[in-house]
C-alpha cells in the first residue's frame, strides 16, 4: 500500500488490519510498529524502496498523492511521476494486480495542474498492461479530513463561501476505505475498469445543499451560504496563499475546478452492488466529522 500514513490510507489501513490483511507500507518518516504492518522505508521516487515495498504482494493498493502542490511540476511528481514508478516496479518485481486511486479532476484534465496529473496517472496506469481497476472518488470527507475543514471551519460561524452554481458527488472515507479493499480481492469483473463513486445521492449535491447539510452535521439550525463567484474565490486564494503560504488550502488551481458546474459521479460508471455499495448516509457522516473536529480542539 502507498498512501498509508495519509487520511484516506490511514483509514484503509485500519480497516484492512480489522480484516486480517497482512500489509506492506511505504512510509517517508518512522512508525510505530503494528500488528499485520510491516513498514517500508522510502518514497514514490525510490526504486529500490518500491521494490522490497511490492515484492512478495498479492496487489498493490495505490492510494498516494498530492491534492495540494505550489505548482504544475509538484502536481506531476506527486501524482503522474509517482504513479509511474509504481507501475514500472511492478513490472520488475512480477505483481501484476494494481487499485489505483484517482480522482473525478481526472475527467476535466484542462482545468487545473491537479486534474492533468491524475488524468496522466490514469494513462499510465491504462497502458501498464497489469491488471489493473482505477477509482475515481469525489470529495472526499471524514474524521481526520483537514481539506474541508475549512469548509466546517465557516459553517460553524453560520457563512458558507461556496462556488458558484454547479453540483458535486461526496463520499465518507471508510466508504471508500471498503470499496478499494474489495477490489485488492476481487480480481475478474473489475479488471480494466474505472469506477465513479458517492454516497449514493441521485444527481448528486448542490453546493448550497452541502453547505447547508455540514451547518446540520455541526448542530447548526441555519447556515448562511454564500455563491462567490470566480474572480472572488481567486481573490481569497491569493489571500490564503499570502496568509498560509505553501499550506494554503484555495489556491488558484483549484478554483479553476472548483468553479465547474459537473463534478456528479456517473452511475453507469458505479461499482457493481454485489460488490459494493455505500453504508454512510451523508448527515450523519458529516455529524461524525463535526464530532471529531471538535474532540481534536480543530473547531
Not at 509517482?82 to 482545468?111: C, K, N, Y
Amino acid at each position: 500500500m502507498t498512501g498509508a500514513t495519509g487520511f484516506v490510507g490511514a483509514v484503509t489501513l485500519d480497516l484492512a488490519l480489522k480484516a486480517k490483511m497482512k500489509v506492506h507500507a511505504l512510509t517517508r518518516q518512522p512508525q510505530f510498529p503494528r500488528k499485520g504492518v510491516t513498514w517500508t522505508p522510502g518514497a514514490l521516487d525510490d526504486r529500490d524502496s518500491l521494490e522490497r515495498l511490492i515484492a512478495d504482494a498479492d496487489a498493490v493498493l495505490h492510494i498516494a498523492g498530492v491534492v495540494n502542490a505550489p505548482d504544475r511540476a509538484g502536481f506531476a511528481a506527486g501524482n503522474a511521476t509517482g504513479t509511474m514508478h509504481v507501475v514500472d516496479a511492478m513490472r520488475r518485481t512480477g505483481v501484476r494486480r494494481i487499485v489505483h486511486v484517482s480522482s473525478l479532476a481526472a475527467r476535466e484534465p484542462q482545468l487545473s495542474a491537479y486534474g492533468w496529473s491524475k488524468e496522466l496517472a490514469e494513462r499510465h496506469v491504462m497502458a501498464s498492461a497489469l491488471d489493473w481497476t482505477i477509482v475515481r472518488p469525489p470529495a472526499i470527507y471524514g474524521p481526520g479530513d483537514k481539506e474541508m475543514l475549512d469548509l466546517f471551519r465557516m459553517a460553524n460561524k453560520g457563512l458558507v463561501m461556496l462556488p458558484p452554481g454547479g453540483r458535486l458527488s461526496v463520499i465518507e472515507v471508510s466508504d471508500l476505505a471498503r470499496l478499494l479493499l474489495a477490489l485488492v480481492q476481487e480480481r475478474s469483473e473489475s479488471l480494466a475498469q474505472i469506477y465513479e463513486v458517492d454516497d449514493g445521492t441521485p444527481s448528486g449535491w448542490s453546493h448550497v445543499d452541502f453547505g447547508q447539510a455540514i451547518g446540520r452535521g455541526l448542530g447548526r439550525d441555519t447556515v448562511r451560504t454564500l455563491a462567490a463567484p470566480r474572480w472572488m474565490m481567486n481573490v481569497a486564494a491569493v489571500s490564503d496563499r499570502m496568509i498560509r503560504g505553501r499550506k494554503a488550502k484555495l489556491t488558484q488551481d483549484r478554483v479553476a475546478y472548483f468553479c465547474h458546474p459537473d463534478w456528479v459521479s456517473r452511475p453507469e460508471l458505479a461499482p457493481p452492488a454485489r460488490l459494493w455499495t455505500p453504508k454512510v448516509a451523508t448527515g450523519e457522516g458529516l455529524a461524525a466529522t463535526a464530532k471529531a473536529y471538535r474532540e481534536k480542539g480543530w473547531l
